[in-house]
């Protein structure tokens, strides 16, 4: 009797569960408005994604950031990216406030299960990796961009693993069993796709299309640039097409698609001059080029096929309309910059209202910044477009618009001045403890002395030209827990160079820090009181780079080609709360180097059933 009564208890929410939309959404890297033959790029077939907006509803004007966590961030959080603690993309800039409440969050809460596949870009280390902001399923890579997208390393959960084949047939391969797996829903399946990102890589058979083609859209424009890069770049996003078409059609074979909500959109303007229907700025410029993108939303239960949305979004405002469509309640700890867009999606708004978007690039001297209205785009207070009527911001509209210009200006300085403390330098440490391992990568490391990086990029890079005792390798961070760690140290190091010792210490810094956890804040003693562990390089590791034979077009020094590091145990050392510095150094150098280094791996020996 008492299980009977649970069950009827229990039917209504079941039921809801029931009626409760999946949610499938799919974010690329670096691909423009123009890269797809529904916006009239006759050099491209896209089918499966222009299926997506004749089936759907496309955004006819729909914005994000100039660069990939900013973007990442105000679809994850609902607000603005500056609001969040991020402020660029790399050593550790790209990391948001643990205080800040992300979509998955509140899908999971929910009871959807939640999953991402791809690239994260918003953090790395607990509590700022996906599994610690709502996602239970985790693979991919956490960084900026990738080395090689071919059988790459990636990470399952915090776990290192080799994925199979093509980074995007792999991550879709993962969002695919993953869908199977929850079919009896409700489930969020995020999918941040890392192309058409550089390196320039794409299968043979996509590459085959476009090697030595002709460029149609390119012929009699000035400034565009009729290279393999576009090439690369056109063949990636019909790689990416081909994917999407197998998540859509098994979507239809498990009877999901019409209770499925599909959007798609990217993360910014084009990473490089090619054909994007006239409008000036690519990736990196807070133009209308660098921020418009395509976004279409599918959901055949509820929205009519062909509906064109004309008012102004934003990836910002992702998160209130896909809350609400499923019927869920946000309960944000901090007011959202994104609105609800259903009432645009199913034609239901009578009244909109006026709203700016806004847009930020840099910080200091450097910052570039444009407000977006309805109609008009203000950029860094000195000049105003109409993009529809002048995408190529040839004519400066300002004098006609004196009052909109006005609203506009007071809008963005005044969320300048709001978020200005988070446009400064970064001055966070990186998180060790919150899980059961932490990984300090390359990335986020400091060098001193004569030690260099694999590439001018920091994000998938190494340290190499490690030769003299003055030589350093750091890392400033916060252990948030105290207890046994062991030190793993991944390297490479060919036999003549072997017997190096490596000493790691722990030591406080030299100045107090003070942590910032959202809005709250707080500070420690510093405690490590120079804690070392030491040990011998005797294994030699020495495996070729590999990465050059995979790229359509040269990637020019700026991104790392990558290879294999080996792990190798430095000892464990108890570690105490607090703040401070973490420093590889070589207490002897028998030969004429020492190692390359990727990772520094701190696992806890007494973490229990932590991640």
Not at 137 to 153: A, K, L, N, Q
Not at 237 to 263: K, Q
Not at 378 to 398: F, I, R
Not at 450 to 471: H, L, V
Request: with cysteine; hydrophobic share 40%; glycine share 12%.
């Amino acid at each position: 009797m008492k299980v009977l009564f649970a069950i009827v208890m229990l039917l209504p929410a079941l039921l809801m569960a029931g009626e409760r939309p999946n949610v499938v959404v799919i974010l690329t890297d670096d691909q423009g408005w123009g890269d797809l033959s529904i916006h009239g790029n006759r050099d491209i077939a896209t089918p499966n994604l222009d299926r997506i907006a004749s089936e759907g509803a496309v955004f006819d004007r729909f914005f994000v950031q100039p660069v990939c966590a900013p973007t990442r961030a105000e679809f994850l959080t609902g607000r603005f990216f500056s609001r969040t603690g991020v402020r660029g993309v790399s050593t550790g800039d790209e990391r948001m406030d643990v205080g800040e409440r992300t979509i998955a969050e509140v899908f999971k809460e929910a009871g959807y299960a939640t999953a991402a596949f791809g690239k994260w870009h918003n953090g790395s280390q607990p509590p700022y990796h996906p599994n610690d902001r709502g996602f239970t399923e985790y693979v991919g890579f956490t960084s900026g961009h990738w080395g090689d997208y071919f059988s790459p390393v990636l990470e399952r959960n915090g776990k290192l693993i080799r994925g199979e084949g093509y980074i995007t047939d792999y991550l879709t391969d993962q969002a695919l069993a993953f869908i199977e797996a929850r079919k009896g829903g409700p489930f969020f399946c995020y999918l941040p796709l890392c192309t058409p990102h550089s390196p320039m890589q794409v299968p043979d058979r996509f590459w085959g299309r476009f090697e030595g083609k002709e460029l149609g859209m390119m012929k009699g424009t000035k400034g565009l640039d009729d290279s393999a890069h576009t090439r690369a770049a056109l063949a990636m996003v019909e790689n990416i097409d081909g994917n999407v078409g197998r998540l859509l059609d098994r979507l239809d074979a498990l009877g999901l698609a019409e209770n499925t909500i599909v959007v798609y959109f990217s993360d910014n303007g084009p990473n490089g001059r090619r054909w994007n229907g006239g409008m000036k700025g690519i990736k990196g410029s807070v133009l209308e080029g660098g921020v418009r993108v395509p976004c279409f939303v599918r959901w055949p239960g509820r929205i009519k096929a062909g509906t064109e949305v004309e008012r102004i979004a934003g990836g910002v405002d992702l998160l209130p309309t896909l809350a609400a469509a499923a019927g869920l309640k946000v309960d944000a700890p901090k007011a959202l910059d994104g609105r609800n867009l259903l009432p645009l999606l199913e034609g239901k708004a009578e009244t909109w209202g006026e709203r700016f978007l806004m847009t930020v690039h840099g910080n200091g001297k450097r910052m570039q910044w444009s407000v977006r209205s309805q109609d008009l785009r203000l950029v860094n207070g000195e000049t105003m477009y109409d993009p529809a009527k002048d995408p190529g911001h040839t004519k400066d509209v300002s004098a006609a618009h004196a009052g909109e210009r006005k609203r506009m200006e007071a809008f963005a300085q005044g969320y300048l001045k709001e978020v200005a403390g988070n446009l400064e330098k970064d001055e966070r440490p990186f998180t060790v403890g919150y899980g059961a391992v932490t990984w300090l990568p390359a990335r986020d490391g400091i060098v001193v002395g004569g030690i260099q990086r694999s590439g001018r990029a920091p994000n998938c890079s190494f340290f190499t030209n490690w030769k003299k005792k003055e030589d350093r390798i750091k890392w400033r961070v916060a252990v948030g827990a105290a207890g046994t760690y062991e030190a793993i140290l991944h390297y490479t190091c060919a036999a003549a160079d072997l017997g190096s010792v490596i000493e790691l210490r722990m030591g406080g810094s030299k100045e107090p820090y003070v942590f910032r956890d959202g809005d709250e804040a707080r500070s420690s003693e510093l405690q490590f009181g120079g804690v070392k562990v030491r040990a011998t390089i005797s294994v030699a590791f020495d495996p070729p780079l590999v990465g050059d034979e995979h790229d359509r077009s040269g990637r020019g020094g700026a991104e790392s080609f990558v290879k294999d590091f080996k792990p190798m145990s430095l000892g464990r050392m108890e570690l105490k709360v607090g703040e401070g510095v973490i420093e590889l150094r070589a207490a002897e150098i028998p030969a004429g180097g020492v190692a390359d280094v990727r990772w520094l791996e701190l696992r806890r020996v007494d973490a229990g059933d932590l991640r």
